[in-house]
């Protein structure tokens, strides 16, 4: 089952992220008065063409009305604004817009951003960082963590410790959002022998090196098999430098497989795709 990645569109996150056309955006990167006062061209020329403006007016006036939205650090609180957003969404459904409020983390910060999506316009469209959509499982490195939505599912490649015992571990100890995955997709079977041939790559006898240039044709040389029965299957990787100060200091590495459920997650891509370059981590003094 084959996806395609947007690549044109409307940038939030600081560029970190697509959304394609059909979807307006509002960046939620000031308070409440900033949101009251300013309404993106893009969404404007939606909520117009729906008839929907003055839901939205009655929406944003909700939000600056309620005092729980914003915490005393003056960051928004998702759940609050998130709850708020769920009194709203059958007068927006009505109008043939959903809406998702969203949120990527990352070296370079938390971005929220609501987005509207005419659903006349965009078919079979998931948003992937919808706080309302979130499976519970992540990526923690030493300075960030990495969310992930349902739909999507995380192994991660340890490597430290005694190399036979990492193997033993990633062979033996299958987490439990994948397990259930490729039971359901009947891929029990080509995930072993997937986990089989990553086992076979480089390592020493104190850990597994898990290095991207061996991974990869890995990954490559079975995402057929996954796709097939409509998984699509992501090397993801992320360094981080973290200094010593005077010292100097050292790079951590992370790495880990993620498979999609395309049918729940129809566009998604991953946001540290070892197939392409994505950003670097930044500065953490020990």
């Known amino acids: 089952m084959a996806s395609t990645v947007e690549t044109s569109g409307t940038e939030v996150a600081k560029g970190n992220h697509v959304v394609p056309k059909g979807v307006a955006v509002e960046e939620l990167d000031g308070g409440k008065n900033k949101l009251s006062k300013e309404c993106p061209d893009d969404l404007q020329a939606l909520l117009e063409k729906n008839d929907a403006k003055s839901i939205y007016d009655k929406f944003v006036q909700s939000i600056v009305d309620e005092s729980t939205t914003r915490d005393v650090f003056g960051n928004w609180k998702d759940m609050e604004f998130d709850s708020i957003l769920d009194q709203f969404r059958p007068d927006f459904e009505e109008k043939n817009i959903k809406v998702a409020l969203c949120k990527r983390k990352s070296g370079s910060g938390t971005y929220r951003w609501i987005e509207f999506i005419d659903t006349e316009e965009v078919d079979n469209y998931v948003p992937q960082f919808d706080v309302s959509n979130m499976s519970g499982q992540v990526i923690k490195t030493c300075y960030t963590k990495i969310e992930f939505p ?18 033993d571990r990633l062979k033996n100890e299958c987490p439990i959002y994948v397990e ?24 020493t006898f104190w850990k597994m090196n898990w290095k991207v240039e061996e991974l990869q044709p890995v990954v490559n040389e079975h995402k057929d098999k996954f796709e097939k029965k409509g998984v699509a299957l992501f090397l993801s990787h992320k360094q981080e430098y973290i200094s010593h100060g005077q010292h100097g200091g050292h790079w951590e590495y992370f790495r880990w497989i993620e498979f999609v459920d395309r049918e729940k997650q129809p566009n998604y891509h991953p946001q540290r795709d070892a197939a392409s370059k994505g950003e670097k981590g930044g500065c953490v003094v020990m």
């Open 180 to 203: 259930k995955m490729m039971q359901e997709k009947d891929l029990v079977d080509e995930y072993n022998e997937l986990i089989d041939a990553l086992c076979n790559t480089d390592k």
């Open 150 to 167: 349902n739909g999507v599912a995380v192994e991660k490649l340890k490597r430290w410790g005694k190399a036979s015992k990492v193997r």
